[in-house]
């Protein structure tokens, strides 16, 4: 739920940014987004332990922790970003990293690790 809430806010902050940028700027949505992220981390860490899957031991959940904070720290960068140039690819990474998470959570199969 927390992770289908981020990924609704993110987008909704990134398309207003591209546009008006009225929504994104709005305090509510700010401050929603950004305790949606931080519930999203607290309860993905909640579920890993209750699961017993340690990262170290688990490349694929390992990936997707990383990737999951490559996402929010997109969507921070897209936010202070001056250009649109830097907003569109920073929303594009963030993007790829979320299509990554999905093939994680999907497949428990890692990447490189
Ligand atoms: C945008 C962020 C995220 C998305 C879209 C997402 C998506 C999903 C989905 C769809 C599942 C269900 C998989 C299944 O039933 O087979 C799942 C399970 C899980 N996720 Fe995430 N997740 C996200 C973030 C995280 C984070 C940050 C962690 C790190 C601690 C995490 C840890 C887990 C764990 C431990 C499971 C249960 C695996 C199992 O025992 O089957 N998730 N996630």
Known sequence: MFAVLSILLFFTR???RLRTGKLAAHKGVFIASH??????LVSAVVLAV??????VNQPWLME???LVVVYIAAGIVSAKAKTKRVQVSTLLI????LLAVGYLAGSKSSFIL
């Open 14 to 16: 990134a398309f207003s």
């Open 35 to 40: 305790s949606i992220d931080t519930l999203l």
């Open 50 to 55: 209750f699961a017993s899957l340690n990262p």
């Open 64 to 66: 997707k922790i990383i």
């Open 94 to 97: 963030a993007v790829c990293a």
